[in-house]
C-alpha cells in the first residue's frame, strides 16, 4: 500500500449544523422548488417577534422588509408564519430564525441538493522538503455531503497507474515526507444527488531534496560490486553509470580528476562535451529512470593511455544541494 511509505494520516471536515440545542427543522430543497408549506412558528407578541435570515431581519412586527420574496401567512396570532414567494434559489440556502424578543423559538435549516464539485481555483501543486507535514485538501462541496476518496499515481513496470491510497475525506494528510511522496494525488468526490461518475481534482506533490547519487561499475561487461575501486589494465572497456534521483532536476558533470569530461543540462537534456582533445574518447549517454525523479548518465570509454587511469568524479546539483561519488581506477598488470 502506498499509505506504508508515505505516512499518510487522515482528517476529515466535519460540517457541523449551526446554532446550539433550540428545536430546528431542516428543509432540503432541489433549485427552483417551491416551499409547499410556510416556515410556521407560534409566538405570544407578533409586535415583539420578528423573523431573520442568519443576522439579516426578514421581517420586524407585522412588517416585511422584502417583500417580493417574502410574506407573513394570513394566520391570526399566536401564528407568525412566514412564506418564501418565490422558486428557491441556491442563495437562499442557510439559518431562518424566528424570534420574540431576545429569544429564538424556532430555528430552520434550509439546505439546496446539489450534485458534488470542487472549485476550481482550489490548489493543485504543493512544494515541500524531506521531512515535512502537508496536507492537501480536496475542498469539495455539495448536498448530500459527498463522499470524498484519495488516489494516487504510483509507477509500475508498465507506466503509471492510478491506485487508491484507502483513506477517505476531504483532507489528506501526509507527515514525515519521503522521496517515494513524489507523485500526482487525486481525489474523487461523489454524492446521491443526480450523479453516476465522481468529479475529481488532481493535486501535484513536489519534494525537494538534495540529489541522491550511487555509480554503477561494469569492466568488459562484467558488473563490479566492490564500490568505489577497481583494478584495470589497458584495453579494458569500462562503464560508469552515475543514477541520480533528485527533485528538483539536477545537472550532471563527469570528470576525471580534476578536468572536466561533460556535463548533462536537466534544462534542455542536452549533454555538453569538454573541448579537451583527451575527452574525445569518452562517450556520455543520458537514460531515463522507471520513476519520473530518476535519471542515469553514463560515462563510455576504453583504458587506452595512461591518464585513463584516474580518479572519476560523478557531480549531481540542484538547487537544494549537490552530491558526488567517485570511482576510482587503477592500473594493474596482471589480475
Same mark, same amino acid.
Given at each position: ?46 409586535? &415583539? =417577534?420578528?423573523? @431573520? ?5 426578514? !421581517?420586524?412586527? $407585522?412588517?416585511?422588509?422584502?417583500? *417580493?420574496? %417574502? ?14 414567494? &418565490? =422558486?428557491?434559489? @441556491? ?5 431562518? !430564525?424566528?424570534? $420574540?424578543?431576545?429569544?429564538?423559538? *424556532?430555528? %430552520? ?15 493543485? =501543486? ?18 448530500p455531503e459527498p463522499t470524498v476518496t484519495w488516489y494516487a499515481y504510483q509507477q509500475t513496470g508498465s507506466g503509471e497507474k492510478l491506485e487508491s491510497i ?107 562535451k569538454s573541448s579537451n582533445t583527451d575527452n574525445f574518447l569518452y562517450e556520455l549517454k543520458t537514460k531515463a529512470l522507471e520513476t519520473k525523479i530518476g ?37 594493474v598488470q596482471k589480475r
Amino acid at each position: 500500500m502506498y499509505a506504508s511509505i508515505c505516512f499518510l494520516a487522515l482528517s476529515s471536515v466535519i460540517h457541523a449544523e449551526p446554532g446550539g440545542p433550540k428545536k430546528r427543522v431542516i428543509l432540503e430543497y432541489e433549485l427552483g422548488d417551491n416551499l409547499q408549506y410556510p416556515l410556521y412558528c407560534k409566538v405570544g407578541d407578533i409586535n &415583539k =417577534s420578528s423573523w @431573520k435570515r442568519s443576522d439579516v431581519p426578514i !421581517s420586524a412586527g $407585522e412588517y416585511v422588509f422584502d417583500n *417580493k420574496k %417574502y410574506s407573513l401567512d394570513d394566520k391570526s396570532p399566536p401564528e407568525y408564519n412566514l412564506k418564501l414567494k &418565490k =422558486s428557491l434559489l @441556491k442563495n437562499d440556502a442557510g439559518k431562518y !430564525s424566528c424570534t $420574540e424578543g431576545s429569544k429564538e423559538i *424556532k430555528i %430552520y435549516i434550509l439546505i439546496a441538493k446539489e450534485s458534488a464539485s470542487i472549485p476550481k481555483h482550489s490548489e493543485s =501543486s504543493i512544494y515541500s522538503m524531506l521531512g515535512d507535514t502537508v496536507n492537501l485538501w480536496c475542498n469539495a462541496t455539495g448536498y448530500p455531503e459527498p463522499t470524498v476518496t484519495w488516489y494516487a499515481y504510483q509507477q509500475t513496470g508498465s507506466g503509471e497507474k492510478l491506485e487508491s491510497i484507502g483513506i477517505s475525506g476531504n483532507m489528506l494528510g501526509i507527515r514525515n515526507i519521503s522521496q517515494s511522496c513524489n507523485t500526482i494525488y487525486q481525489c474523487q468526490a461523489i454524492n446521491s444527488y443526480r450523479m453516476k461518475k465522481p468529479v475529481v481534482k488532481n493535486i501535484t506533490l513536489r519534494v525537494d531534496f538534495i540529489p541522491d547519487v550511487s555509480v554503477g561499475i561494469k569492466l568488459n561487461g562484467k558488473e563490479i560490486l566492490n564500490g568505489g575501486s577497481v583494478l584495470g589494465r589497458k584495453k579494458d572497456r569500462v562503464v560508469l553509470s552515475c543514477s541520480i534521483y533528485a527533485v528538483p532536476p539536477p545537472n550532471v558533470t563527469w570528470s576525471r580528476d580534476n578536468v572536466t569530461i561533460g556535463t548533462y543540462h536537466h534544462v534542455n537534456s542536452a549533454i555538453e562535451k569538454s573541448s579537451n582533445t583527451d575527452n574525445f574518447l569518452y562517450e556520455l549517454k543520458t537514460k531515463a529512470l522507471e520513476t519520473k525523479i530518476g535519471i542515469t548518465v553514463t560515462l563510455d570509454f576504453t583504458l587506452d593511455a595512461d591518464y585513463t587511469f584516474a580518479s572519476y568524479h560523478c557531480d549531481a546539483e540542484n538547487e537544494v544541494g549537490s552530491n558526488r561519488k567517485t570511482v576510482k581506477i587503477k592500473h594493474v598488470q596482471k589480475r
